[in-house]
């Protein structure tokens, strides 16, 4: 099981990217997929995550309105839009998925997700 993410880079602060994470040797379906990031200095949070069905999702709350999750079931990818970037959204961004997990419950308890990816560097700059 692999999952990699990328699409990372530099932007100015007010510009936007879209991370992509893709698995292989598994499928998404049955499985929450979330986003999280670890800023520097700081431990590795939550940013935003599907439910195992995909219906629901959950935003932490300093992503919320900037941020969208979406996913391509057909491309076993997972996307992250990040849009109004700011230099505190400066981190390392991984993703993760854990079986049968709700939206809500990778944002209390995601950091235990039993596959991650290799993360991708977002670097904001002012």
């Known amino acids: 099981v692999q999952l990699q993410a990328y699409g990372g880079g530099l932007v100015q602060a007010g510009g936007f990217l879209r991370l992509s994470c893709k698995a292989s040797?598994?499928?998404?379906?049955?499985?929450?997929v979330g986003w999280f990031r670890q800023r520097p200095g700081r431990e590795r949070e939550f940013v935003a995550a599907?439910?195992?069905?995909?219906?629901?999702?959950a935003y932490a709350d300093s992503v919320k309105g900037r941020f969208t999750i979406s996913r391509n079931n057909a491309k076993n990818t997972v996307y992250l839009q990040m849009n109004g970037l700011t230099p505190d959204d400066t981190a390392v961004y991984y993703c993760?998925?854990?079986?049968?997990?709700?939206?809500?419950?990778?944002?209390?308890?995601?950091?235990?997700?039993?596959?991650w990816g290799q993360g991708t560097q977002v670097t904001v700059s002012s």
């Open positions: 040797g598994l499928t998404f379906t049955n499985y929450a």
């Open positions: 599907f439910s195992w069905s995909g219906s629901t999702t």
């Open positions: 993760a998925a854990d079986p049968f997990k709700t939206a809500q419950a990778m944002g209390v308890m995601g950091n235990k997700s039993l596959y």
